[in-house]
């Protein structure tokens, strides 16, 4: 359990509570009271720990795929180069640059004017349904949306992919009886997490309009936000 992989499950458990539970009570108690209404206040704050959340989910599992690369890549290096210094660093990092990705986007919406009380198309305050509703220039947002939402999409995805690369490669070297099946066994699970988080994110954030209509968008957001985090103990229960 001092493995550096189960410091990064711990802190990834502790990501999925506070990503479900960003959003799914205000939506249970909206289903139970009949009253699907949340005040200015309640959405930005809804809104910077789903952004900050669901952010770290996806820098926590390229943190994760770089210790598979090490552990398989470079075995007899893996205690140095992963250290507990190390990890904490990379830990540190990923909450420190989420928070103040989160934070520019939940900043950036006070600056605008909502001229009347409008009707969030989503289950939770979204970033782009709450846009929608501003009768201000919401330029700066479009683009810090695009900018900073893509990085923090794309730039752990390419590391993730890269690692495996690596990985892969190092397995089909692998000559030993049944070695390249016991590596690959080691990150299977998080492989496993990786195609779903990710398979279901691009398909809300980085589809056309044309091709990704607003109830895929709602479908899609509910999977990440409730049924990944659900999935995510059972799959690296099984595996531990």
Partial sequence: LHEPMFHFLANLSIVDIGLTSSTVPKMLMNVQTQRHTISYAGCLTQMYFFLMFGDLDSFFLAVMAY???VAICRPLHYTTVMSPQ?????LILCWVLTNSVAMTH??????LSFCVIGEVAHFFCDITPVLKLSCSDTHINDLMVFALGGTVLIVP???????????????????TPGGAGKAFSTCSSHLC?????????????????????EEKDIAAAAVYT????MLNPIIYRMKT
Avoid: E
């Avoid at 190390?86 to 990379?90: D, E, R």
């Avoid at 939940?106 to 600056?111: D, E, G, V």
């Fill in 106 to 111: 939940t900043l950036l919406i006070t600056r």
């Fill in 67 to 69: 210790d598979r690369y």
């Fill in 193 to 213: 997490v990786v195609c779903v988080f990710y398979g279901t994110l691009f398909t809300a954030y980085l589809c056309p309009p044309s091709v990704a209509s």
């Fill in 157 to 175: 995805f390419i590391c993730i992919v890269i690692s495996y690369i690596h990985i892969v490669s190092a397995i089909l070297r692998v000559r």
């Fill in 226 to 229: 409730v049924v990944i985090p």
């Fill in 86 to 90: 190390v990890c904490s660093l990379l």
